[in-house]
Every structure is written in structure tokens, then in C-alpha cells.
């Protein structure tokens, strides 16, 4: 898939986003995922986890991706959604849904352990999944030393995705946000950074 395709793919993906978002009544400009979109469908992330709550959730699938992915399905036909019953140290038990390249080496590790539905993860595995360099704090300590990372879109200000870190994670960070940086800019998502103290 050229520049060209993946830019009007997620542009068309914003569209619809934004169609949902202005029908719900609470303000969701923090939890636009169309960036998370984006860098699966750039080969940058094996999987996009959606994990939005109930019902929010099935609302945000039925109205957004699934009639996006129906109508782009002969660019798309390598990506598939599924939903799992995801069981990981931050997410206990809940329904989820994943966008995810099914040809990525990752991908195909970690839903062929799965069964049809149940899904059990370490933190580890599921950041190595949506590709996340950072890891949550392991002990008290490291509390202190626990940074968020933003990338944002710098054309309008908005989040494109968070995680957390560790202080001494910065220069791996760093590397990360670069890549993502140069591959995003030829399609259209100039990036911005920032490193911070979780607000």
C-alpha cells in the first residue's frame, strides 16, 4: 500500500470517527484512536487494541470500524478485527476489541494461543502486541520514576496515543517516536512528543 492509499484510508477512518464522536454526548476529542488506526495500517504496530467502555464500546465497533473496514475492504483485506475476552494485569476479564494485521508474526503468536474468545496476557506481551516501548511502574519506587508519553498530531493538537514509561526508558522512547515520526510524516501526520510526569 503506497503513501497515497494509507493517507486517504486514514482520512476516510477520521471521517467516521469524528460522525461518531458528535453524536455522543460527552466530549471523546482525548480518546480518538484514528492515530493508533494509522500506525497499525503503516506496518508501526502488529495490533490497536479498542477498549472503550460498554457501551461505548459495541457503539464505537458497529459505527465506526466495521462499516470502514466494509468499505475499504479490498485495501484492508490483509487486517482483521476480532474480539477477545482479554485477561492482563491492567484488564481484567473485558470484552475487547483488536485491529490487527493478520500476516504480522506477533499477531499470529498471540491469537493462536488464544482460544475463540479468552485471551490471557502479561503486560509485557500485550505492549510487544501494540507495540508500546514503555512498561508500568514494578514496585513502589518506580511510581516516582513512571513518565507518560504523548504523541500527538501537530496539525490539530490532538492525542494520537499514550503510554507509560520509566525515566531510564527515555532514549528508548525517544528511538520509538522517531520511527513513528518519519514514517507518519510522508502520509499526512506530522507528530509531536512529549515526555512528562503522568498529569
Known amino acids: 500500500m503506497d503513501n497515497d492509499q494509507l493517507s486517504i484510508l486514514i482520512q476516510s477512518y477520521r471521517q467516521y470517527e469524528n460522525d461518531f464522536i458528535k453524536q455522543q454526548a460527552t466530549d471523546l476529542t482525548d480518546a480518538l484512536l484514528y492515530g493508533e488506526v494509522a500506525f497499525c495500517l503503516a506496518g508501526l504496530k502488529p495490533a490497536v487494541l479498542f477498549d472503550l467502555p460498554p457501551p ?3 457503539a464505537y465497533i458497529d459505527a465506526v470500524v466495521r462499516p470502514w473496514m466494509q468499505h475499504h475492504s479490498a485495501l484492508i483485506d490483509s487486517w482483521v478485527l476480532r474480539q477477545r475476552r482479554l485477561y492482563s494485569p491492567e484488564i481484567q476479564g473485558s470484552l475487547v476489541y483488536f485491529f490487527a494485521h493478520t500476516n504480522h508474526p506477533i499477531v499470529l503468536e498471540s491469537f493462536e494461543q488464544a482460544d475463540r474468545c ?3 496476557s502479561s503486560e509485557e506481551n500485550l505492549a510487544v502486541l501494540l507495540d508500546y516501548p514503555g512498561r508500568l511502574p514494578r514496585s513502589m519506587h518506580e511510581l516516582e520514576t513512571m513518565r ?3 504523541y ?3 496539525q490539530d493538537m490532538h492525542i494520537v496515543t499514550t503510554f507509560a514509561c520509566q525515566l531510564d526508558q527515555h532514549d ?3 528511538q520509538h517516536f522517531e520511527r513513528y515520526h518519519d514514517t507518519m510524516l510522508p502520509i499526512g501526520v506530522p507528530l509531536g512528543f512529549i515526555f512528562r510526569r503522568p498529569t
Do not use: A, F, I, P
Open 118 to 120: 479468552d485471551m490471557s
Open 152 to 154: 500527538y498530531n501537530r
Open 172 to 174: 528508548l522512547v525517544q
Open 148 to 150: 507518560e508519553v504523548v
Open 56 to 58: 461505548l464500546d459495541t
